[in-house]
């Protein structure tokens, strides 16, 4: 299993940005992984409700995106691949939520549409608090 950590959260007023990462323990590298980030909108906590925001496969470099974020959120590894980054911007409330990255190892992902997918994941963080203020 890997162990994964997520940073970034925080208050952001609506119309602003915020970035956050998804590292592992152990000077781990993210090369032939999946990455997938995913929110958990507020009073869904008991119900597990996890849903998709954008995901990447490290091997080839391709990406995801829901349809809410398309446009205003951008996932990428960082040069090194020790970290996979979800550049968020122009925020809006709707963006509230605990955000969580998952991930697995592979290199060939047949189907695009699980990167957003809860179930396609094993290994979770612990989650980070996005919280949008107007």
Same mark, same amino acid.
């Given at each position: 299993?890997?162990?994964?950590?997520?940073?970034?959260?925080?208050? $952001?007023? !609506?119309?602003?940005?915020?970035?956050?990462?998804?590292? #592992?323990?152990?000077?781990? =590298?993210?090369?032939?992984?999946? =990455?997938?980030?995913?929110?958990? %909108? %507020?009073?869904?906590?008991?119900?597990? $409700?996890?849903?998709?925001? @954008?995901?990447? +496969?490290?091997?080839?470099?391709? *990406?995801?995106? @829901? !349809?809410? #974020?398309?446009?205003?959120?951008? =996932?990428?590894?960082?040069? #090194?691949? *020790? !970290?996979?980054?979800?550049?968020? +911007?122009?925020? +809006? %409330?709707?963006?509230?939520?605990?955000?969580?990255? @998952? @991930?697995?190892?592979?290199?060939? /992902?047949?189907?695009?549409?699980?990167? =957003? #997918?809860?179930?396609?994941?094993?290994?979770?963080?612990?989650?980070?608090? /996005? +919280?949008?203020? *107007?």
């Amino acid at each position: 299993e890997v162990q994964l950590v997520e940073s970034g959260g925080g208050l $952001v007023q !609506a119309g602003g940005s915020l970035r956050l990462s998804c590292t #592992a323990s152990g000077g781990f =590298i993210f090369d032939d992984y999946v =990455i997938g980030w995913f929110r958990q %909108p %507020p009073g869904k906590e008991r119900q597990g $409700v996890r849903d998709g925001v @954008a995901g990447i +496969t490290t091997s080839v470099n391709g *990406t995801l995106y @829901a !349809a809410s #974020a398309k446009g205003r959120f951008t =996932i990428h590894t960082d040069s #090194a691949q *020790t !970290a996979v980054n979800l550049q968020m +911007t122009y925020l +809006t %409330p709707e963006d509230t939520g605990v955000y969580y990255c @998952a @991930a697995y190892e592979g290199r060939i /992902v047949k189907q695009y549409c699980t990167l =957003i #997918a809860s179930s396609s994941y094993d290994d979770w963080g612990q989650g980070t608090q /996005v +919280t949008v203020y *107007t």
